[in-house]
């Protein structure tokens, strides 16, 4: 630098004000883009947030903090859907039932006792058409409990049998089933042949 004058007023700010001297900004503030345009045409810049809430009457105060605190009160019942939730399905899991709509469903009727509905859909991220689906489905019979109970008693005399032997077991027994069917039962009751 070549100022010699600039460099000694540094060193004599330095030594009357400190470090702190040095940082600070001369001059005029800058101006916030956005109330550049109000200023150029002589307009008064919007005051700033805590300026507008000194404003306020006291009343709109209490409005804000009671609307502030049924959002997180609603955001604490979430929470503990979400907590609770997860509970369940860890338990369904440790019985070795597969995640599936149907226990999803099952988990909502659990927590209708604790929550409402339209909470617990929203926190787990459910539909509701589908919950509702299963739900009316709770009560069916099923109709495939007849060829469950076949399936079951061929398989404990035959260990090894697969979905076409068994095919072939219920056809000797009077049953026409689909191989798909036999299949998809044999999933349902975990009796997959295993190598």
Known sequence: MNNSPLISQWIRIYRTKGPEGLSTQKGCPKVNPSNQALIQKGTKVPPKEAE??????????????????????????????????????????????PKSNETISIIIHKLRGSFQLNEILEAIKFPKSTSMYWQKRFDRLDPDEKLKQLIKEIRAIHKDYGHKRIKMELLKKGFRVNKKKIQRLLVVLDLRVKS
């Open 52 to 97: 507008v809430k000194s404003e306020l009457p006291a009343g709109s105060e209490n409005n804000e903090i009671a609307e502030r605190m049924k959002e997180l009160e609603r955001r604490i019942r979430i929470l503990e859907i979400e907590n609770d939730y997860l509970k369940e399905l860890r338990s369904l899991r440790n019985a070795q039932k």
